[in-house]
């Protein structure tokens, strides 16, 4: 049996589903008098809410309730959805010396994916992007070190921002595709990116980077790539973290098979090669963890994924395992230095903490005072581990939103073309989650007894876990991404007042998202040279049978 012979057997049997007697979903729990498709549960039985109204997102899984987990559900979401201040105690304190954001709706709107933007400004509600910034040097794409990952543009008490967000400029430019932005019945589209400029004035830190094995090389500012990436939706993440490692190692590995044979146009042998992975997520438990969440796949379980990390590096709230701040040692020794932030530097400290606790904060030295306080490893413990773990379990246990009208004709038509065409060998439709033991890399708070679970539940994301190339104009950063999942986005408009999609929100709408798959050199390539070929009504119907799941 050749390889794409042997793909498509497996997409045909993720495709299939259980054809019972059709039915038009409704609004609530699933009515007892019908009969729906397994499809319709896109979160399993544990994981999906039948809601499809402007709080689709927000909801709590079966999972969360059987388990009573509705109180710390409800006080995790409490932790999400509130603006953090610069008190040093009472609710929601610690917020600063530097942050990327005050809270997480701001990067997440009404829990979705964020929203396009014209200018970058972190107060702007829906502001999901995030600034890449790295050297162009050695052809290696690797960040600046003298910034943080996520870089800062808020700053509070006496500090200054690493970088004047006043000063970013976005502009989005028209794209013209090979084929003019039509297809050949005469229908056409439009297509936009992103370009980012940002001065070299606008920066408060040197601009270092470690090149060809050199760290803290200066680099010039012309050598400065600036990007945006945009946060995506966070419901159904528990489930995604349920699937079992070895069944996402053996998509990777058959996939690596189609890529020997000539099916896929890129691979990333530095991650996976002869059926194995070479690199791992490595936590402090000493275990080594599946890469599977972000674009990059750079982390492993929930538990110390995007979500956990974000509670502390976006906002620099301390907790009992981070009792640090998100920064760099360029920006504290710049600060240390800059007599402004000095003459302010007392009156900040003395409200952040006391003699008794850091006099190392405290000593006749401003210089040192200031140093020490922005690299301190023994700050004051800001969000306790009851708080976190609260929010873990809001975290884990947000629902998918069941898949609307599925077994509609044109929606059934729009997925046997889907497959047809090939979407389905990346947007994989199906996965079975396996026990579901929580993991916890941090090896202190989130297990089995504390966490909602989703033990062999078949989930429908449409992705197969694994990173691609598109190879669009001003791509993403190193060009990888991983597969996004689909599942739920139908509803973003009606959820956030948004339909936009891919890793920089430059597509307004499916159609567009599904023509930015379309360069050359691109893994999609041959399915958007079919997707063309197709009849306007076959087209329509594959956008709404995405827009249904």
């Known amino acids: 049996m050749n390889i794409k012979h042997y793909l498509s057997i497996v997409v045909a049997i993720a495709m299939v589903a259980c054809k019972e007697t059709p039915s038009v979903i409704e609004i609530g729990d699933p009515d007892p008098a019908k009969t729906y498709s397994e499809e319709y549960y896109s979160g399993g039985k544990l994981g999906t809410v039948f809601n499809a109204t402007a709080s689709a997102y927000e909801q709590p899984s079966p999972a969360v309730e059987n388990g009573g987990y509705s109180f710390d559900f409800q006080m995790g979401e409490y932790f999400f ?17 530097l942050a990327v954001r005050e809270g997480c709706l701001y990067c997440h709107p009404a829990y979705g994916h964020g929203k396009r933007q014209d200018s970058y400004h972190g107060k702007t509600m829906g502001n999901g992007y995030l600034l890449v910034l790295y050297e162009k040097m050695d052809g290696q794409d690797s960040y600046l070190s003298s910034l943080t990952g996520m870089p800062q543009t808020l700053a ?3 500090f200054k921002a690493p970088i004047d967000e006043d000063k970013i400029r976005i502009e989005w430019k028209d794209y013209t ?15 936009i990116y992103p370009e ?28 400065v790539g600036v990007l945006l990436e945009s946060t995506i939706g966070i419901y159904g993440t528990g489930l995604i973290d349920a699937i079992p490692d070895d069944s996402i190692t053996a998509q990777w590995s058959a996939e690596e098979q189609a890529y020997n044979a000539g099916y896929l146009k890129h691979w990333k042998s530095a991650w996976f090669e002869g059926g194995a992975w070479k690199t791992f997520y490595s936590g402090l438990d000493g275990n080594k963890y599946v890469r599977r969440f972000t674009y990059a796949m750079s982390r492993g379980p929930v538990q110390d994924g995007a979500g956990a990390n974000a509670i502390w590096n976006i906002t620099n709230v301390t907790r009992p395992d981070r009792r640090y701040h ?3 040692a360029a920006y504290a020794e710049k600060a240390s230095k800059d007599p402004e932030v000095q003459a302010g530097f007392a009156e900040w400290i003395n409200t952040q903490a006391n003699k008794t606790d850091n006099p190392e904060f405290f000593t006749d030295d401003v210089e040192q005072n200031i140093y020490n306080y922005l690299m301190s490893k023994n700050l004051p413990v800001e969000m306790t581990e009851k708080q976190f773990t609260q929010l873990m379990v809001w ?11 599925i077994d509609d004709a044109q929606i059934q038509h729009g997925k046997e073309l889907f497959s047809q065409i090939g979407c389905a060998r990346c947007h994989r439709p199906s996965w079975t989650t396996g026990a579901d033991d929580v993991h916890d890399p941090n090896n202190s708070l989130c297990n089995n007894s504390n966490m909602p ?4 539940q078949k989930i429908w994301p ?10 669009m104009v001003n791509d993403i950063r190193t060009g990888w991404c991983r597969t996004t999942p689909l599942w739920g986005r139908g509803l973003s408009k009606l959820v956030t007042g948004a339909e936009d999609r891919l890793h920089d929100c430059r597509a307004r709408n499916t159609l567009e998202a599904i023509m930015w798959h379309g360069s050359q050199e691109s893994d999609a390539r041959e399915s958007v040279e079919q997707f063309r070929q197709l009849s306007k009504e076959d087209r329509e119907a594959v956008i709404k049978f995405i827009d249904a799941i």
């Open 81 to 97: 959805e509130k603006n953090y201040n610069t008190n040093s105690e009472g609710a929601f304190h610690g917020l600063g010396p």
């Open 156 to 158: 509070y008490g006496p």
């Open 177 to 191: 595709d090979e084929w003019g932005n039509r297809f050949s019945d005469g229908e056409t589209y439009s297509l």
């Open 196 to 223: 980012v400029t940002i001065p070299e004035d606008a920066y408060y830190v040197p601009l270092l980077a470690t090149v060809n094995g050199e760290p803290n090389t200066v680099v010039p500012h012309d050598q």
């Open 326 to 328: 998100y920064m760099t």
């Open 395 to 405: 975290h884990r246990g947000l629902a998918v939103p069941a898949a609307r009208n």
């Open 453 to 456: 679970r989703y033990p062999y």
């Open 462 to 471: 449409y992705t197969d876990m694994v990173q691609h190339k598109l190879c």
